[in-house]
């Protein structure tokens, strides 16, 4: 606001889980080494060292960050199926926690009317996923090099 945006972005929560792996267990050699998403149950998984960590989930709710074991019982489900007795699913650390997400999903990124201001916003569930081409855009965008992408596509409301 002090730099005149008024950006449309909204809390999305996201429930997520960590839970730790038993690395002297054969079955810890069953953990993915490398992340993936269960399509079928839209849950996120990847390995942290030793520990696997899960997410799913995107929920409407403001800026509400409670939840309740119950929250957990579809991602729980789906982690036990694909990897089974890889960790000690009664020892997960829960949370819910919240993306900014813009109302198309697709992030802002510009320079705003401020010099040496750039947004770069509104990534929502994917940012992580995106944080790499998102940094690439952008250091073109700083460096006045030309973007591999139209950046039109992700210009700031006015």
Partial sequence: KKHGLRLPIYPVKGYSMTVPLDISSPAAN???TVGGVDEDNLVAYARIGD???LTAVAEFSG???SFNDKD????LASAQSLFPGVGD??????WAGLR???PTGIPYMDKTRTPGLYASVGHG?????MAPGSARLMADLIAGTKPALPME???LPN
């Fill in 72 to 75: 957990f019982d579809s991602m």
């Fill in 30 to 32: 069953r953990a993915p």
């Fill in 125 to 129: 569930h994917m940012g992580w996923t």
């Fill in 51 to 53: 520990r696997m960590r």
């Fill in 153 to 155: 596509n992700f210009a």
């Fill in 89 to 94: 699913y009664a020892k997960a650390e829960k």
């Fill in 63 to 65: 800026y509400d960050r």
């Fill in 100 to 102: 900014p997400m813009t």
